[in-house]
Nanobody, 126 residues
Framework: QVQLVESGGGLVQAGGSLRLSCAAS????????MGWFRQAPGKAREFVAA????????YYADSVKGRFTISRDNAKNTVYLQMDSLKPEDTAIYYC???????????????????WGQGTHVTVSA
């Protein structure tokens, strides 16, 4: 099974940017659809963005649309989440997830994913 390791989190001021990385233990473009989720203290895990296996389709939560961009570098087995115009409400633990491409589960819910990383903390100060 694929192993996922997130990095790139940290503390940033409101209006700033961060780029999160999700390094996979194997190529993801041939086998997995990828997603990013986040969980703020005391809240449920929520969908942020997702990417089809080919990379041709992207999906975003309304709360991040226009500010966040999901992408993948197949040569590096890495998926990225570029986060711009950050807001304090973006503060959360961000998780990378992979869904087996052969499944038809929703990409917008956590239950649809098969593998998860350990998460990386993002704190946005006002």
């Amino acid at each position: 099974q694929v192993q996922l390791v997130e990095s790139g989190g940290g503390l940033v001021q409101a209006g700033g940017s961060l780029r999160l990385s999700c390094a996979a233990s194997e190529r993801t473009d041939s086998r997995y659809k990828m997603g990013w989720f986040r969980q703020a203290p005391g809240k449920a895990r929520e969908f942020v963005a997702a990417l089809s296996r080919s990379g041709g389709r992207t999906y975003y939560a309304d709360s991040v649309k226009g500010r966040f961009t999901i992408s993948r570098d197949n040569a590096k087995n890495t998926v990225y989440l570029q986060m711009d115009s950050l807001k304090p409400e973006d503060t959360a633990i961000y998780y990378c997830a992979a869904q087996e491409a052969v499944t038809s589960s929703s990409l917008l819910t956590a239950l649809g994913y098969d593998y998860w990383g350990q998460g990386t903390h993002v704190t946005v100060s006002a």
